[in-house]
């Protein structure tokens, strides 16, 4: 069983920036993929990015590349997005979510546990 609780969301203008923290529990985060969501009021929650177990790989979704930058601490069983350049479209809550002990981190893969979510808000 993993539990997410995520942090750092705000109230941010255009062109600001923003760090999204994820604390987990559970021995096997350091082999567990992770991932940040999003979802916008009357929209589908989408996928933002992805790091695998070793933080080896990352993905992301296309409006993101170059903004965001998710990374992984598997000593202190925390994920964390950094967000640059954020727009208006950005505004949305952000989900943690954990993936199966040695999981893919795409969108497609297995999305097991989910945090309560985090709202970020980017003014024009």
């Known amino acids: 069983q993993v539990q997410l609780v995520e942090s750092g969301g705000?109230?941010?203008?255009?062109?600001?920036?923003?760090?999204?923290?994820?604390?987990?529990?559970?021995?096997?985060?350091?082999?567990?993929?992770?991932?940040?969501?999003r979802q916008a009021p009357g929209k589908e929650r989408e996928f933002v990015a992805?790091?695998?177990?070793?933080?080896?790989?990352?993905?992301?979704?296309?409006?993101?590349?170059?903004?965001?930058?998710?990374?992984?601490n598997n000593a202190k069983n925390t994920v964390f997005l950094q967000m640059n350049s954020l727009k208006p479209e950005d505004t949305a809550?952000?989900?943690?979510?954990?993936?199966?002990?040695?999981?893919?981190?795409?969108?497609?893969?297995?999305?097991r546990y989910w945090g309560q979510g985090t709202q970020v808000t980017v003014s024009s």
């Open 10 to 37: 705000g109230l941010v203008q255009t062109g600001g920036s923003l760090r999204l923290s994820c604390a987990a529990s559970g021995r096997t985060f350091s082999r567990s993929p992770m991932g940040w969501f």
């Open 93 to 111: 809550v952000y989900y943690c979510a954990a993936g199966d002990p040695l999981g893919g981190a795409t969108p497609r893969a297995e999305w």
């Open 50 to 72: 992805g790091i695998n177990w070793s933080g080896s790989g990352t993905f992301y979704q296309d409006s993101v590349k170059g903004r965001f930058t998710i990374s992984k």
